[in-house]
Every structure is written in C-alpha cells, then in structure tokens.
C-alpha cells in the first residue's frame, strides 16, 4: 500500500511535465485542465466522442485536435470522461499509448482500477487516478476555466503497484493546475467522497422528496433551512447516478450507518427518549464543527450579523461598500428567501472576533442589525 | 374542524387590537411581538421566568413589566415561550384571564392543544395557537426587532371549537407584525412544519454525524454541497430536541417515509438497480423544484452566474456595484468555501432571461465570469 499519511504540502519542484498531453473528454473539467496546461506552455492535444466539444474547447485556446497529430508521442493522458466510461477509456488510453502515463478526474477511484486492472495487468503500473474538488454544476467546455481548480483539494490515489514516476507525473499536472494536492489510497478517496460529497447528496434528495409529496398548504411554510439542505439535491440525476453506482461499496457502508442512525432516531422520538435524541443532535453539532475552515487549518469560530436591506438591488451593494469600509473580512452571506418579504434580511458570516465591530460600523452607517 | 382551505390575503381589515396585550416569555420571539404592538400603538405587558429578560425588553422599548399594573384587564395573551412549557403556560393565562383570548407562537401545535384542553375544556374556545416563521438561530430580547415578521409566513391553527372572535384576534396579531397569514387546523400545521422543518433538520444532523466520526483525511475533500445540507445541524440540540419531541407524531411519519426510500436506495444502489436509484433522485429534483420562490407564486426559473473574486473584501463590493449597475436583481449569493483558494468563486442567482445580460454587462466590467 502506499503512504497515504498527510505529506507537507511545501514539497521540492515536482517533475516538469513535457507535452504533448493529452486530453480525452473535453468537457468541463478536461478543459479547464486543458486551459491551465497551455497557460504553462504545455502542449496540449484533445478527443472527444463529441467532435464539436474538440472544436470548442480549441477555440477557446485549450490545445487542437490529436487527429491533427496521428504520431505524436504523448507523455501523459488525462482522462475527463463520465463516470461509465471512465474505466474503458483508460485501459484503452494505456493500450494506445505504451509510454504514457494516465491518469483521470473521475468522482471514484476504486471501480475504474479494478476495470484498468482487468484489462491489463502489465500496464496498469502506469495509470494512477486523481480526483480535482471542482465544480459539476455546470458542463460542457463552454463553462471551462483555466482557473478552475486553483486552490482546491485534488486527490492523487495512487495504486499499489503504480511507478513512483508515474505518481510524479501526477503530481505536477496538479502543480500546474494549481490545486492542493491530498494523497489517498483508491480505496480511502471512495470513503472518503462516500462521506463527504455522495452521501450526502442521497440523502438531501431524500429529504427533498417529501417536499415533492407535499401538499402546497405545507409548502408555504418553507424556510432557509430546508432550501439549503436541499440545494444539492438539484444536481443531475443521471451524472449523480453514475457516480454513485461506481462508488457503491462505500456509499452503501455509509448509508447503513445512516440507517442504523435514523432507527434510533425513530425509536428515540417514537418512544419519548429525549437523551437519546439530544445525543444524536449533540453529535450532529459535532460533525458541524469539524469541516474546515474556509481556508483550511483548523476551523475557526464565526458568528453572523444579521442585516434588514430593502428588497432591490442597490441597497444589496450599498451594504457592501459599508462592510467592506468597516474591514472586516466577509466569510459568508446568505440572503433570506422568505416569500413576500418587502425587506430582505442578510446574514454576514465573519470571524467571531470581529463581529462586534461590523455591526457597531454598519449601525453608525444607519443599517438595522441584528444580533 | 375549521375551514383549512386558502383564503385570499387581502381580506377586510382585521379587528383592532385593544391592549393591554400580555406577552409572556420575552426572549427574540416575545420581545420582537411586542415591539410590534407598541410601534402600532397597542400598549404591552410583559413577563418572563427570568425578571431581567423583562428589564432588558422594557429598556428597549417593547412595553413594561406586567408587575407594574397587576389589576390590568387583558384582551390578549401572547405566550412565547420554550416549547416544554408551552401547554401549561397557556392553560395558566386561560385561567388567570377569563376574558382574555390566549395564543402562542410556538413550533408545534397539536401538543399544547391537548394540553390546554386535558386542563380546562371549558376555556379552551378562548385559545387560538399561532406561529410566526421567523428566525431561531439567535435567542434573547437583545436579538429582537419590531420588524422580524415583516412578510414572513405566519401559521394561524384554530381548533374546532375555536371562538371565531378569538381567531379573528389573532389574525388582528399578524396583521400588526405584517406576518402573511397561513390558515392550518393544528394537525396540518404540524405536519408542515415536520416536512419543511423538522425531518430535514433531523437528517441534517445525521449527515453531519458521519463528520464527527471522519478521518481527517476524509474531511480534506469537503465542499460546498456537504456543508449547505449540514448546515442547520448547527442548531442548540436542547431547543430542537423539544421542538421535535413535542411534534413526535408527524415527525415520525415522515421519518418511517424517509427509512422506507433509504431503504430502497440501499437496495438499489447495493444491487445495481440504477433505474430505482436515478428515480428517487428523480424524485428529490422535483422536491427542490417544488419550493416556493422568494417572492411566493409560482417557482420562477433561477440560473446561476459565477463570478471569480480576489478573495479580498473590497472586490465583493466592487462586483456588487457592478452587479447593480447591470440593472438586474440578485436572488441569491453564494461564496464558495473551498480551503486555501487565493481567489474565491462567488455564485449569483438570478431570474434565468436575465441571466446572459448580467453576465455581459459583467464582462464588460472585466470580471471573469463563468457560465
């Protein structure tokens, strides 16, 4: 297994990446991976089931089209197809190109290898997978961003018995992307997207369902909470369906967990088991607590301001040149969606210490707050 | 039972509210009624378990202490205060003013309700249970405001044998908040609020309890989808576990739905049934379609704008002139959380035929949006 202990993320100048590479599924993310390779002077080639995602994505300077290079000797391929296809399209990938190494930005790790594995076992030295935090509201290059992953987490999940080489490879495609790299064993990213990102998204659908049923009188009675606890469930079923069914071990290991949780959720309010109850909240407020902060260490206390803004747009702006006069760094904002609400009112999420001092500085600008 | 069905909201004008009103329990709820009442010129009463909550509601302006004139003949009795005691505290200002209708403005309703009635039958056509969708993450009179319940949806739930002076009362209350009357019989009341409410706060915290119990590791790939659904799981355990308590019925219903679909999706995710499993997601798509828009009517078609944004303060005010000056309404905002990004993602929503103009004007301006 490979060391998957958390590496310090000041690390020597990771191994040029020597073009051509290319890039297969032109996409959202497999062009803004594209986009950032050619910002770093990298060569750039790109395929597509689609021919016209390749005609979009060139226009947009993310590199031409690899039929205009039949022979070129690729160094690295990186795979940006859905989640069905993923594990198809590297083993072909490995085949096709005997000196590259692959890798792939596929949402799950462990299902693709297993397929890479099946195929191949003598080249499947050279692929390890890799698994970018970025947005999947949106699709298609259109939506690409050289920017895209500047910042953010980036799973790097090698195998096993994947080159050293290989995994250096990765690496600095990583570097130049500029995301943050985090080192996982296939196995350990699927628990860990399991627990982060698909379960629950399951489970926001299920909640979302009840509203589905619900008779409009109910409805009426939405507020915040329910809408943000929904949000994700907005998402595509069919993207989240894939994904989810290439993650299924671990998703339905987690889901047990919910289950067994929800049993004694039931038993506990059924049964007037107040402890009980409370326990399952206290621990909920727990898991509240250990998501990072925004810019990553540990997470750091924040308090809201609650702020009354007529309800149209230049109050909106008017209240931002004030927070932003008073310097206090904004963390968060949240409008509130009550309908028919003639003042909206906008919770400011900033660091605990400084609370005091934004609402003493927009009560002198004459906004109403609210503690 | 009592009619349940949609009145119209323009309706002749209300009963005026003859005081003294007495308002018991004057925490962020009690405290923000009665500054209501007396910016409309009712005169107000307060108490309070705790003398001080009473000395700081009066200091700000929200009536004087009931103490102070002990003969005073009540018409109307406000009681807002912790869902435990809500029962008995009604039931008391039943008997201790014989000529006063009684309402309250807690979370759940069909509990109390058999409370009052289990101690005096006789009285119980003087209550009338209320509750105004407002804000409970903060607590306290400091946290009040007379315009808490502009706008904001606010339950009306006579019971059969409700006096209709009573209720008209009480929708008198509402009015002088400026809440928007929902008419609900008790039941449908706490139905709704177990489906909008209660259940998602509920699974909520199940979610997040999958958190507290993550390797660190795990919690290196979170994003914005986990931390908006485990949001409200944030909420103090102790109020929210007799928030649900005192809803047990419904909120168990629901609960055994929500097991009945997780177990479903178990079956199907561990099973590779992939067409249950995209139908229950289906499902939840048409649930976040079924939420009201923030303006009440119909769900108006929303599209997203991204924005990229040094993450400094002073750009967020800049995009937001910018925005304003492009002429179009924002509906949302989101700020992207992703650790240790040098430049934030900041998501606008807007009515989707404005989307492209927004986006243009912000080109214009040399923003580097996102589609």
């Not at 790109?46 to 390749?54: A, I, K, Q, R, T």
């Not at 301001?305 to 310097?327: K, M, Q």
Request: aromatic fraction near 2%.
């Amino acid at each position: 297994m490979p060391d998957t202990s958390p590496r310090p993320l000041v690390r020597t100048p990771p191994v040029a990446l020597t073009g051509p590479v290319l890039v297969v599924g032109a996409g959202l993310v497999g062009t803004s991976v594209a986009l950032a390779l050619v910002e770093a002077g990298v060569e750039v080639l790109l395929s597509d089931h689609h021919p016209e995602n390749v005609r979009t994505a060139s226009g947009l300077g993310a590199g031409r089209s690899a039929e205009s290079r039949p022979g070129a000797e690729i160094g690295l391929v990186v795979v940006a197809v859905p989640p069905d296809a993923l594990g198809g399209v590297v083993a072909e990938a490995l085949q096709r190109h005997p000196r590259a190494v692959v890798t792939d930005v596929g949402s799950v790790k462990t299902q693709p290898l297993l397929e890479v594995t099946a195929a191949d076992r003598d080249v499947v030295h050279r692929y390890v997978g890799s698994h970018p935090m970025a947005g999947s509201e949106r699709s298609g290059p259109l939506a690409a961003t050289s920017t895209l992953f500047q910042g953010r987490p980036w799973a790097i999940t090698p195998h096993a018995s994947a080159d050293p080489d290989a995994v250096e490879t990765v690496e600095a495609l990583v570097a130049v992307c500029g995301g943050t790299p985090v080192w996982l064993t296939p196995e350990e990213h699927d628990r860990a997207v399991a627990r982060t990102s698909h379960v629950p998204h399951l489970v926001s659908a299920l909640v979302a369902g009840r509203l589905a049923d619900a008779p409009e009188q109910h409805l009426a009675l939405t507020g915040q909470g329910v809408r943000d606890v929904t949000r994700v469930a907005g998402g595509d079923p069919a993207l989240y369906g894939q994904i989810v069914s290439g993650n299924a071990t671990a998703v339905v290991e987690l889901l047990g967990e919910v289950r067994a949780d929800l049993d004694r959720l039931i038993a506990a309010v059924g049964g007037g088991d107040r402890g009980t109850l409370v326990d399952l909240l206290d621990h909920g407020v727990a898991g509240t607590r250990a998501i990072p902060a925004k810019h990553g260490g540990p997470p750091r206390a924040m308090q809201s301001v609650w702020v009354s803004v007529p309800d149209h747009p230049g109050e909106l702006a008017r209240l931002f040149a004030d927070a932003v006069a008073s310097g206090v760094n904004i963390e968060d904002i949240r409008i509130d969606h009550d309908p028919g609400r003639p003042t909206g009112r906008v919770e400011l999420v900033v660091d605990a210490t400084r609370a005091e001092h934004l609402l003493g500085s927009l009560e002198e600008r004459e906004w109403v707050t609210h503690r």
